[in-house]
């Protein structure tokens, strides 16, 4: 993805936070990319790790840059007002795009017996995303939700000592202020 374009939306604040944002997610596809040719050129169970971990994140990948242009409520007035220059399904694009000839270059397959390269187009062709799972995802009932809800409820939980803790070094701090108010 055109990470320069990302810092070149119309809303300011954006703009100026994408710059560090980008620098960051550049070191991170770098330093992602080169484990997984640790993996690929590894055993033959490193490989099988990294062939494990595209067959996992394939499609999810794919549905991070948010719901089909035809389905996406606010994505034409954001393009518009030039908060966003790229469309969801054009950084879909985009990625396919780079990212097919990564796997391959690790011999690793893509998980999408639709892909393939159109000529004419210059372009890689790919399967439909499954955007049932996405929304079920965003309205709380993803793969990971109950684990996500779990671990949150435990942590809440077992941090109540804290702010037991807390609440009455608070109350104490307050008590002194009031006595010396008082003296």
């Known amino acids: 993805v055109n990470q320069v374009a990302l810092c070149r939306t119309s809303y300011g604040p954006y703009a100026r936070a994408m710059v560090r944002i980008c620098k960051e997610e550049s070191f ?9 040719m640790q993996l690929a050129e590894g055993t033959p169970e490193q490989k099988q790790m990294a062939q494990d971990a595209v067959n996992r994140f394939w499609w999810p990948a794919l549905m991070m840059f948010g719901p089909s242009d035809d389905n996406s409520p606010n994505s034409a007035q954001s393009m ?19 990212t097919v000839p990564q796997v391959l270059q690790l011999g690793l397959t893509v998980p999408d017996p639709d892909l393939k390269f159109n000529e004419e187009t210059g372009h890689y062709e790919f399967g439909e995303v499954n955007w049932d799972e996405f929304f079920d995802v965003l309205a709380g009932k993803g793969p990971c939700n109950h684990e ?3 671990a949150r409820r435990k942590a809440w939980e077992e941090g109540k000592w804290v702010r037991d803790s807390a609440a009455v070094y608070a109350s104490k701090q307050q008590q002194q202020s009031d006595n010396r108010k008082i003296a």
């Open 148 to 150: 996500r809800i779990e």
């Open 80 to 98: 518009q007002w030039k908060i966003k220059l790229f469309s969801n399904d054009a950084l879909r694009q985009k990625f396919v795009d780079n």
């Open 28 to 36: 991170h596809q770098r330093q992602g990319f080169e484990a997984m």
